[in-house]
Nanobody, 124 residues
């Protein structure tokens, strides 16, 4: 059974940094595309960043220049480094697993497995 477990969320002040982790069980991160998504209360879930099996990345416009997605194949873990955080970066963050080597940031329905989420709160 595939399981994704996120960690690393927390509360920071604007301008601060956090690194989110997503440990994968029953799934090999190096073989497929994975992504980070976020959802604020009352809003739709949106893509933040994806990384393909070949290491290619794509970031949402709001994340460019501030966030970095990466993976550690030895640890079978996906990461999202978030710098210069803003209050609008506040919602719940989720990692998700795809079963293709490539994926699209906007195609949430193609991601088959989701983690339980980790909360990020950025205060001004």
């Amino acid at each position: 059974q595939v399981q994704l477990v996120e960690s690393g969320g927390g509360s920071v002040q604007a301008g601060g940094s956090l690194r989110l982790s997503c440990a994968a069980y029953g799934y090999t991160v190096s073989l497929y595309c994975m992504g980070w998504f976020r959802q604020a209360p009352g809003k739709e879930r949106e893509g933040v960043a994806v990384i393909t099996a070949d290491g290619g990345t794509a970031l949402a416009y709001s994340a460019q220049g501030r966030f970095t997605i990466s993976q550690d194949n030895a640890r079978n873990t996906l990461y999202l480094q978030m710098n210069d955080l803003k209050p609008e970066d506040t919602p719940m963050y989720y990692c998700a697993a795809h079963y293709s080597r490539t994926c699209a940031l906007g195609r949430l329905g193609d991601f088959r497995v989701w983690g339980q989420g980790t909360q990020v709160t950025v205060s001004s």
